[in-house]
């Protein structure tokens, strides 16, 4: 989930020829991760994470997948469950741009229409748990320089910026979204179509592309940081302030 997370956030129109694929991979995983009886409560939040950045890379192509499947209902009533469990900023910032996609599309399925006021309910709920987000984070960073810390990184981290960009980043960071995309678009050609066409995946298949090369345990754990450079790294859309995005919406 993580690749396809890192590929819609970085790629925006280079994959829509895949889109369809990309959202079957997700839906499968989420009608895999749902039959489950227990457990798997954090790769059920990041399942519905990347199916809110199909929302942000194209709405209307992602209706068109979930249409096409005859799903979207029973997607949006999983999402929407789910709400509640987003707690960490990024988690809340992909819900945001999601949710902000869906109710500026010309084309919403009108089922999900008659559910807007529903979603821009959740909107509020989201902005207004990031703002509250924010806020910690400025009081935790207020208390570390009280007692003689400093207040972040961001200094060092700008200073590493800017000799980075000094040494042909933008070819490195273009590099690594081209290695990532290939390696996925390995897993397009053989499944996308089986997958654009709503049909669950074999175990065969799910043992060939490492799909499900999970346990509970193992799984879980894989995201179970809160942040930090361990559990994010660095995507076109971090320079989008993500309360400023939805006002501009709205």
């Known amino acids: 989930m993580n690749l396809l997370i890192a590929i819609l956030e970085n790629m925006q129109g ?3 020829q895949d889109l369809g694929a990309i959202v079957g991979i997700v839906t499968s995983e989420l009608n895999w991760v749902n039959s489950k009886e227990k457990g798997y409560r954090n790769y059920r939040l990041m399942v519905l994470q990347a199916l809110a950045m199909c929302f942000t890379y194209n709405s209307a192509l992602t209706f068109q997948a979930l249409e096409a499947s005859g799903i979207t209902l029973p997607v949006f009533a999983a999402w929407l469950k789910a709400m509640n469990h987003f707690k960490t900023d990024f988690e809340l910032r992909r819900n945001i741009f999601g949710l902000s996609s869906i109710i500026t599309c010309a084309q919403v399925p009108a089922a999900v229409a008659q559910k807007l006021p529903d979603l821009l309910n959740q909107l509020v709920l989201l ?13 935790d960073n207020e208390e570390h320089v009280a007692k003689g810390g400093v207040e972040t990184d ?24 081209d290695t990532a995309w290939k390696e996925t678009q390995k897993i397009f050609t053989k499944l996308g179509p089986k997958l654009h066409a709503g049909k669950a995946l074999t175990q065969a298949e799910m043992d060939e592309f490492g799909l499900d090369d999970y346990g509970d345990e193992d799984l879980d754990s894989d995201f179970e940081l809160n942040g930090g450079d361990d559990a994010l790294y660095d995507a076109a859309m971090d320079e989008v302030d993500e309360l400023e995005y939805l006002r501009d919406t709205l």
């Open 154 to 177: 961001s200094d060092a981290d700008e200073a590493e910026g800017d000799e980075m960009a000094d040494g042909n980043n933008d070819e490195v960071v273009s590099d690594d979204s």
């Open 14 to 16: 280079r994959v829509d």
């Open 127 to 139: 902005a207004i748990k990031m703002e509250s987000e924010r806020l910690d984070t400025l009081k």
